[in-house]
């Protein structure tokens, strides 16, 4: 098990009591972990102790404003691959495959495609195959920090964190151009509602698809997401 993931995920997992009682004991996992930079690791220890000692309810109404309402800043990583097309779906129903081979379960209700739910498939991985599936995300994974740093979050720092375990070798170009896609506005309901009203994502099997492994579907994250129909 590695440690350091699984204390990643928990760190953009929706904020409970459980997962504040649990903070100073993630932030000393990922204080003692030689792979992220020693100011990456003070940031990570300021965000948990905020995490920790924070009013649970503005802790949740902040984690619902970042990445449930701002679709830019979504946690469902298929989000950024594939937008609103059906292939969605049929790499969804992939990756529930590829969990069930590796033995994993998600005891969770978030999609499979939930980041805290791949780091903690990736955290019970070999150590070379996590890498390399996190590198085929690193210009995503870059993008949300930069967003995030844009807002002044703390968040940016667990996303600084997997940069570094994904060996920080983001295809430059490619964070350049999300970056430069205009931030949601959490606050303006109607248009999320929307947007959401314009989203279908089917999970029935695609015919065309095998049962290629995590690496293989993330892989195209190198191809920008299809834009979003107009309302």
Not at 103 to 110: H, K, Q
Not at 195 to 221: H, I, K, S, Y
Request: aromatic letters at 6%.
């Amino acid at each position: 098990m590695d440690r350091t993931l699984k204390s990643l995920s928990l760190i953009l997992s929706y904020p409970s009591a459980e997962l504040q009682e649990a903070m100073p004991d993630i932030g000393a996992v990922l204080a003692a972990d030689p792979r992220i930079a020693p100011a990456t690791q003070t940031a990570l220890w300021k965000l948990t102790a905020d995490l920790a000692q924070g009013d649970l309810y503005d802790l949740q109404e902040r984690y619902v404003m970042l990445f449930d309402r701002s679709r830019t800043l979504s946690l469902n990583l298929f989000e950024h691959v594939h937008g609103e097309s059906r292939e969605r779906g049929g790499a969804m129903v992939s990756l529930i495959e590829t969990y069930r081979d590796g033995g994993f379960e998600p005891a969770t209700s978030e999609l499979p495609d939930h980041l805290p739910v791949l780091l903690e498939f990736l955290a019970t991985r070999p150590t070379r195959e996590a890498q390399e599936t996190l590198a085929d995300a690193a210009h995503i994974l870059d993008a949300l920090s930069g967003r995030l740093k844009r807002r002044e979050s703390g968040y940016a720092a667990a996303f600084a964190a997997l940069s570094a375990l994904a060996g920080g070798n983001a295809d430059a170009d490619a964070v350049a151009g999300m970056l430069g896609q205009p931030d949601d506005d959490p606050t303006d309901l109607a248009a999320l509602d929307a947007v959401w009203e314009e989203t279908e994502v089917t999970f029935g099997p695609d015919p065309n698809a095998g049962c290629p492994q995590v690496r293989d579907m993330l892989a195209l994250m190198d191809q920008p997401a299809p834009q979003h129909r107009s309302a």
